[in-house]
């Protein structure tokens, strides 16, 4: 893959957009409006590209485990907010200052909520019990 190249996908991983992808890599007006698609097609700059957005993905999105770890440590109180309140100075003056506290009660119900539902500790459950026989009953007219 040329230098060029390499431009033209970084490019297109930014804005996913042929055209401008190509003119912002260094190709002229003409090359991208009738060419640019077949950058797309050459196998080493596909592979650079899908390369680029699978690493991008992964640092951008938390994954499952990052979110029950986040749930599990809010749940336990370890999350800690920050609150911000007014502290008066006297003669008409007051400031705001930054206090961490934990994480309050309703925040922790809620995340223990969100972990329960994960692992269905709260799924309806009927154990119904029949005897005798099972008909079924063809009513439907064709």
């Not at 991008?56 to 485990?65: E, I, M, T």
């Not at 809010?74 to 961490?100: I, K």
């Not at 909520?113 to 008909?135: C, F, I, M, P």
Request: proline share 1%.
């Amino acid at each position: 893959m040329t230098l060029k190249q390499q431009r033209f996908a970084d490019e297109y991983v930014i804005h996913a957009n042929v055209y401008r992808a190509a003119i912002n890599a260094g190709y002229s007006e003409a090359y991208a409006k009738g060419n640019s698609s077949k950058l797309l097609e050459n196998v080493s700059v596909k592979s650079y590209i899908d390369e680029r957005l699978a690493e991008l993905q992964s640092k951008a999105v938390a994954d499952q485990q990052e979110v029950m770890e986040y749930l599990t440590s809010v749940m336990r109180g370890q999350v800690e907010d920050e609150e911000l309140m007014v502290v008066p100075l006297g003669d008409f003056e007051s400031e705001v200052q930054r206090h961490e506290r934990r994480s309050d009660t309703s925040q922790r119900t809620k995340a223990a909520e969100l972990l329960g539902k994960r692992y269905k500790l709260w799924t309806d459950r009927q154990e119904v019990e029949h005897s005798g026989a099972v008909q079924f009953v063809d009513d439907i007219d064709v």
